[in-house]
């Protein structure tokens, strides 16, 4: 099985020592290291000075996420004299409301979806970022104006702002496996969704399991299934319909949107095609599901994730990824399915302004670019500092993608695409009828309109 | 500040505060304002009786408003607004509630919890205080039962996740099953029996609690009533079910409506076990998913629980005025 | 004679046995949970707790890392799979190795062939490998920059840590969580026993109109679900600057502690004797003389008696830690510090999540092993005349 458990729980040792040690203003990358954008640095930090203030930040982000922003945010405390205190948690999305409600929010808030930070924001619990933050994604993001408008909300009087910066997006129509057990097997790399499909049952019949498939993710539980589903949309129907569905132009119940969710069905509800059988999915944590590739034998052989799940896998595993393929049969192109987290100022403060230009410069990406799971529209980074040549070749796809769309599930209001559409995900994979929980999802919409 | 040097000086100015003003309070009434002096005396010592224990009270009685009365009242209140709190919409969410479907899930596992923990908990409570009874190593095995007690519901989930993990390595279920030749299988997916094997972790928590009291109920049976029995050629169960339950039923109800209370509170089990997916879902963990997003539903659906647990309010209260007459 | 002492003894038995079995069951899950938090990750998911104390069979992974020799149109690597750079984590030299089992050439089966026997691989010769590790690979082409693949089996010795409190401890923050329970648990507890003594003493000794009404509404909130306090309160704690602190979660629990603690201590200060109290009183004793001299001491069970009963639900609570407290690790208790951050992000990591519920639970069992006379005790006050 694995084997560098004695040397994992050394690193996980190593790890806290330098968690200790970055209050102390240790980096884990000396300042003027070659190929990093040192000046962007210098020049914030003789811009700031916040000797003495608090910065605090909670988001999604736990355990070894944490610990990756921890070490950019060292950079921070190391330029500007401020503190910054971040915390994670699993159910940051009923958190940060309880919060908000309690006017006790942090400083910043790290949103995995737009629709809850403008459903904040129509609360009035967000501060609109300073002026000329606009100008400054569109003209140094990929596809700036997309950006803009994924983070312009309606405030509490109605009028339209950017409340949320863009920083850390994933791409998520990507499959991982491990090259060497695809070789050892003989297997090809799928061109084609028909090939995917048949490779799927030629595992099977080899006798061994295809996917690793896990949903668990706490109170958030269901949203890996979320992402199948929008890859299925946007394979199985043209981005029009997408965008209607995320708009509820079209109900959640149409049948075009439960055609998707069974398209997710045929890989996750049958016991031969999941480790652990169809029961495993919902119950498998979705850090824990990709590591059954890498056990000897295979647990399974394929795991379909966004670009940040390497961070999860054991250490030293060799891993590779393939585009999620489309359907040769239908002529949608080579969609790309996206996401994002989006940093919003939940509790206004001069920090937090300074800390939105913060991750204006190259460095604030290019630190945690160079470590692990981190890609970036950002124009101004050097891309040779990805530690893989996978990792640029993920961030090409995400800045040539054609068909580009946002997860669905995080533009969604809150009360759906992070409550509904998970639970009845889970529900799905568990049993239930693809229209019926599709019903029960436009219902729960129904309502809150 | 940090929370420690903040925790120790609230200690200190919460113990001192309350002490204070109960000296302080008492030595004004005696002192100021009723003294017991010259021709009143007597009248003014009467007066400053009548006062003291409000006095004595009034901390309490504030605490209790603010924290309990207040909130019952708030709670309703919130719940006839929409979810913005903005607008009077009497009683939609009421409405809304009962046409859910999650909720009425939620409710019926609720009623199912009700129904089956405080019965299994005070029976197998029962159950073992009687056979611990005259056993020499009896207290050993109280204590060992009654432990969970002391375990917090997410300390005591993340303990039986080890017994029903869906890896036969892990969970002592599937690993039985395993040895059996069956196949693994999620216990917690179960549709229907999982909500069973969640009550489980309650009862195990609660039957210790049931065990110690009953087994004080059943010490304290008088021996002639027992010894009466066997002379007149009753067996053990006789014994236990003719004589000694009878005897103890005003504390098996006692028994019974604590843990019914507690039941209707709990929502840290199914939110570690599984988030409420499943079909797991209990009002407690249902309100959560609203809560602070819908309050107006939120609220509602506080007031449900409240409203269920009103029978056992009402008795209780009912009860305690007996004992008073 | 005889007979009435057999069935007499084989009930004694039949009693025995079914206490030993009740109480078995009930220790059982605990137990998993003290084995595996002393257990290593691999060893965790490699075999079950019970079988802790014994060898474990784990598949491994190296490559063939010895050296090449041509021989005719063959190419030869000789070697020792635990010379394997990539073994030398798992098997450090100078601990001795243990005996390899089988070996394999794809990972799919890596345990193909037993020891000593020949087995066929991928690159047109064969493999052959013995106990001791030593093996021989040849193959039809020369190797390229990357050795070919060899599987082992073998078995690694049960192994037992303190790993994995070292990791909860310090990285996973639980350290921090532990010191925030405490901090919300003290006063939590001391407050509400203080309140209520007074408000216990006036209810139980003193006459006044409507204290029989006072009596039945402290019944009647023992009910109250707290799932009705969480939002009217929350607001109010905002409108009054309190927020989400420390303050109001003192607060909250003072508040929602209160109605157990009066009935708990009514219920044991009315059956204290009488007399003396009326001597007391005859003796010109003030109503506040004798609750501070008398009903206090003799108190002392109760009192100690709410006191673990509130400090056991404080140190436990999850929902009102959630609500009341700011969701930051610096105010983190241990259970939400378990069920929002570790469930999740150490999902399966049986050993550090086992670790992390024994730290959360050392506390409340120390309290509840050493003080478990008070707690019964105060427990029938409450609940048996």
């Known amino acids: 099985m694995r084997r560098n458990t004695k040397f994992l729980s050394g690193a996980a040792i190593l790890m806290l020592t330098a968690g200790v040690a970055q209050a102390d203003g240790h980096l884990i990358i000396t300042p003027g290291a070659g190929g990093f954008d040192w000046d962007s640095y210098e020049a914030f930090a003789a811009a700031h000075d916040l000797s003495g203030q608090t910065l605090t930040m909670t988001g999604p982000w736990t355990g070894l996420d944490a610990e990756l922003f921890e070490s950019v945010a060292a950079y921070f405390e190391e330029a500007t004299g401020a503190e910054v205190r971040y915390s994670g948690s699993d159910s940051f999305e009923q958190d940060i409301v309880i919060a908000a409600q309690a006017d006790s929010a942090p400083n910043i808030a790290v949103f995995p979806q737009p629709g809850l930070a403008r459903d904040m924001a129509a609360g009035g619990s967000l501060t609109p970022l300073a002026d000329g933050t606009a100008d400054w994604v569109r003209e140094n993001y990929a596809a700036g104006q997309s950006w803009v408008d994924l983070g312009t909300f309606a405030g509490p009087d109605g009028s339209d702002a950017l409340y949320g910066f863009f920083y850390k997006v994933d791409v998520k129509s990507l499959v991982w496996y491990s090259p060497e057990a695809f070789d050892e097997a003989g297997y090809d790399i799928p061109a084609t969704m028909e090939e995917l499909r048949d490779l799927t049952e030629q595992i099977a019949a080899d006798g061994e399991t295809p996917w690793c498939i896990g949903l668990g993710s706490g109170a958030a539980t269901g949203w890996p299934a979320t992402d199948w589903v929008e890859d299925m949309m946007l394979r199985t129907a043209p981005p029009e319909v997408y965008d209607a569905w995320v708009a509820n132009d079209i109900p959640f119940s149409d049948p075009q949107v439960v055609a998707a969710i069974e398209e997710f069905g045929y890989f996750a509800r049958n016991d031969d095609f999941v480790n652990g059988g169809a029961a495993a999915v919902a119950s498998t944590d979705f850090r824990d599901s990709p590591g059954g590739m890498f056990t000897f034998p295979p647990e399974c052989y394929m795991h379909r994730q966004a670009s940040f799940i390497p961070t999860f896998f054991p250490e030293g595993s060799d891993s590779a990824f393939f585009y999620f393929p489309a359907y040769a049969g239908k002529d949608l192109g080579s969609p790309v399915l996206g996401a994002g987290t989006l940093m919003a100022i939940t509790n206004d403060s001069p920090a937090a302004h300074a800390w939105i230009e913060f991750v204006q410069t190259p460095i604030a990406h290019e630190i945690w670019m160079a470590q692990s799971g981190f890609l970036t529209p950002h124009n101004g980074v050097n891309t040779k500092l990805f530690p893989t040549a996978s990792q640029r070749e993920m961030n090409d796809i995400l800045l040539g993608a054609t068909t580009f769309r946002f997860d669905a599930s995080d533009l969604m209001p809150g009360e759906i695409g992070a409550g509904a559409f998970w639970s009845g995900m889970v529900d799905y994979t568990t049993g239930a009828d693809a229209t019926d929980v599709a019903t029960g999802i436009q219902e729960r919409w129904d309502s809150i309109q | ?325 | 004679m005889d007979t009435i002492a057999g069935t007499k003894s084989s009930l004694t038995w039949a009693v025995n046995l079914s206490v030993l079995f009740l109480v078995v069951l009930w220790l059982i899950p605990t137990i998993g949970l003290l084995v595996s938090s002393f257990r290593d990750r691999d060893q965790i998911s490699a075999s079950s707790w019970w079988k802790a104390p014994f060898a474990v069979e784990q598949a491994f992974r190296a490559r063939a890392e010895g050296e090449v020799r041509q021989d005719g149109s063959f190419w030869i690597i000789e070697g020792n799979v635990f010379a394997a750079s990539e073994l030398v984590d798992a098997f450090p030299e100078g601990a001795g190795y243990p005996p390899v089992l089988a070996f394999g050439v794809t990972g799919r089966d890596p345990g193909a062939a037993p020891v000593g026997t020949e087995l066929e691989n991928r690159d047109g010769g064969t493999l052959t490998m013995d106990a001791d590790g030593a093996y021989v690979y040849t193959m039809t082409e020369a190797p390229g920059n990357r050795p070919p693949r060899l599987y082992i089996v073998a078995e690694t010795p049960p192994e037992f840590t303190l790993s994995n409190y070292s990791t909860v401890l310090g990285g996973d923050g639980m350290g921090r969580a532990f010191i925030n329970t405490l901090t919300v648990t003290i006063p939590a507890t001391v407050i509400p026993i203080l309140i209520a003594a007074f408000a216990a003493y006036a209810l139980a000794w003193m006459d006044f109109p409507g204290r029989g009404l006072l009596i039945a509404a402290v019944v009647g909130l023992l009910v109250v679900p707290l799932q009705l306090a969480l939002v009217p309160l929350l607001s109010l704690h905002q409108q009054v600057g309190i927020g989400q602190s420390f303050v109001g979660i003192w607060l909250a629990h003072t508040g929602f502690g209160l109605p157990l603690a009066i009935y708990l201590l009514r219920n044991y200060m009315v059956g204290l004797p009488r007399d003396i109290i009326e001597s007391a009183k005859v003796d010109g004793a003030t109503d506040f003389q004798i609750f501070i001299k008398i009903i206090l001491p003799l108190s002392f069970p109760a009192l100690a008696s709410f006191a673990i009963f509130q400090f056991l639900w404080t140190w436990n609570d999850l929902l009102v830690a959630k609500v009341f407290l700011p969701s930051a690790d610096e105010s983190r208790v241990m259970t939400v510090r378990i069920a929002d951050d570790l469930l999740g992000s150490r999902g399966g990591d049986w050993g550090i999540l086992a670790a992390a519920a024994f730290v959360s639970i050392a506390v409340p069992l120390l309290v509840f092993f050493t003080m478990q006379r008070y707690l019964v005790r105060g427990l029938l006050a409450g609940s048996v005349k």
């Open chain 2, 1 to 325: 500040m940090s929370p420690v040097l903040q925790g120790a000086i609230t200690i200190l100015v919460g113990v001192g505060g309350c002490i204070g003003y109960f000296y302080l309070a008492n030595l004004i009434l005696d002192k100021v304002i009723f003294p017991a002096r010259r021709d009143d005396a007597g009248r003014n010592i009467n007066r400053a009786n009548a006062v003291r224990p409000w006095l004595f009270l009034v901390p309490a009685i504030l605490a209790l408003g603010l924290y309990l009365v207040y909130p019952v009242v708030g709670s309703f209140w919130r719940s006839l607004f929409n979810r913005g709190g903005d607008e009077f919409i009497g009683l939609d969410n009421y409405i809304s509630l009962i046409a859910d479907e999650g909720f009425r899930t939620a409710f019926f596992n609720n009623f199912l919890w009700v129904l089956v923990v405080p019965a299994m908990a005070t029976f197998l409570g029962l159950l073992v205080a009687q056979l611990t009874d005259r056993l020499r190593w009896g207290n050993i095995a109280k204590s060992l039962i009654f432990m969970p007690m002391a375990i917090s519901f997410v300390g005591a989930s993340l303990i039986w996740k080890f017994v029903y993990a869906n890896d036969a390595d892990i969970g002592i279920i599937n690993a039985i099953r395993a040895s059996a030749g069956m196949d693994v299988l999620d216990p917690l997916q179960v549709p229907f029996w999982n909500n069973f094997f969640l009550m489980v972790i309650l009862i195990w928590i609660q039957t210790g609690f049931a065990m110690v009291i009953l087994s004080a109920a059943l010490r304290g049976i008088p021996e002639e009533t027992v010894e009466a029995a066997i002379i007149d050629g009753a067996n053990p169960l006789q014994v236990f079910f003719r004589i000694k339950v009878p005897q103890i039923m005003g504390t098996i109800v006692v028994v019974w409506t604590t843990i019914t209370i507690l039941v209707l509170k709990v929502f840290d089990i199914v939110y570690t076990m599984t988030g409420g997916n499943y079909g797991t879902e209990i009002l407690p963990s249902y309100m959560m998913s609203y809560m602070f997003r819908d309050d107006g539903r939120a609220t509602a659906v506080a007031f449900v629980i409240m409203l269920v647990v009103m029978p056992v309010m009402i008795w209780n209260i009912v009860q305690a005025r007996k004992e008073m007459h």
